[in-house]
C-alpha cells in the first residue's frame, strides 16, 4: 500500500511500522467469508452472530451487510488487555448477551485471535446455553498455538506483530482506521 493510501490525519502524527492488509485486500476477504457462511447456513437455522467487543465492531458491521440469509445481532465484552500489548490472561466478562441462544445456529465474531484466551473463557459459557451449533469467525488469527475450538472461519493469518485498525487498537487509539497495520 502507497503511502498516500494512508490517511495522515487519522494517525495524529503517530507513525505505523507497515499497513499489513489494506483496505481493499479486508473488503474483498470479508465479501468471500460472507458468502462461504451464506452458504453453510439456512434461514431455519436461525442465526445469531455475536460480536465481541469492541475490536469486532467493524469486521462485524460489514460482513453482516453482505450475509444473504436472516440472522439477528448480539454483542459480549469480553476484555482481556488492558493498556498494554500482551494479554494479562485474565478475561472479564462485562457484558453478556441476552439473546436466547437454545436451539439456535450461533456464530462468534472475534477481531483477532492471539493467546486464545478470550474464546477459551467464552465459548464454554456460550456452549452451556444449548446453541444447536456454534461456530467462530474471526478476522485474524496469529497461530501461536493450536486453540481448543479453532475457527471455522479466518479472514487472515496474521504476522506475529501488534495490529491496529478496522476495529483493532493499542489503547483504545486507531480502531477507526480502514486498513489493519502493525504498530
Ligand atoms: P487472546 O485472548 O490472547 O486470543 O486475545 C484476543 C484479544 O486480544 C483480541 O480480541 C484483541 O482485542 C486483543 N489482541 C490480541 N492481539 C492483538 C493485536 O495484535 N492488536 C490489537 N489487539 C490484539
Ligand atoms: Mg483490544
Redesign the pocket.
Known amino acids: 500500500m502507497t503511502r498516500a493510501a494512508i490517511e495522515e490525519g487519522q494517525l495524529g502524527g503517530r507513525r505505523l511500522r507497515r499497513v499489513v492488509f489494506s483496505a481493499d485486500q479486508v473488503r474483498t476477504r470479508v465479501h468471500e467469508l460472507a458468502g462461504e457462511i451464506s452458504s453453510a447456513y439456512r434461514a431455519e437455522d436461525r442465526l445469531l452472530v455475536i460480536g ?1 467487543l ?3 465492531f467493524i469486521f462485524l458491521a460489514d460482513l453482516v451487510r453482505e450475509i444473504k440469509i436472516p440472522l439477528q445481532v448480539d454483542f459480549l465484552v ?4 488492558g493498556v498494554g ?1 500482551t ?1 494479562s ?1 485474565d ?1 472479564r466478562l462485562l457484558y453478556d448477551p441476552a439473546s436466547l441462544l437454545e436451539g439456535r445456529a450461533v456464530l462468534v465474531v ?12 467464552v465459548l464454554p459459557q456460550l456452549a452451556s446455553r444449548g446453541p444447536a451449533s456454534l461456530e467462530v469467525c474471526a478476522l ?1 488469527h ?1 497461530r501461536l498455538k493450536p ?1 481448543d475450538l479453532e475457527p471455522r472461519w479466518v479472514g487472515f493469518d ?1 504476522p506475529n ?4 485498525g478496522y476495529g ?3 489503547a483504545e487509539d486507531f480502531r477507526h482506521l480502514p486498513y489493519i497495520a ?2
Not at 472475534?110 to 473463557?121: N, Q, V
Not at 506483530?161 to 491496529?164: D, K, M, Q, R, T
Open positions: 465481541l469492541k475490536g469486532s469480553a476484555a482481556s488487555y500489548k494479554t490472561g478475561v472475534e477481531d483477532i485471535i492471539d493467546s486464545g484466551t478470550t474464546l477459551r473463557k485474524l496469529k486453540v496474521a506483530e501488534f495490529l491496529v483493532l487498537d493499542h502493525s504498530l
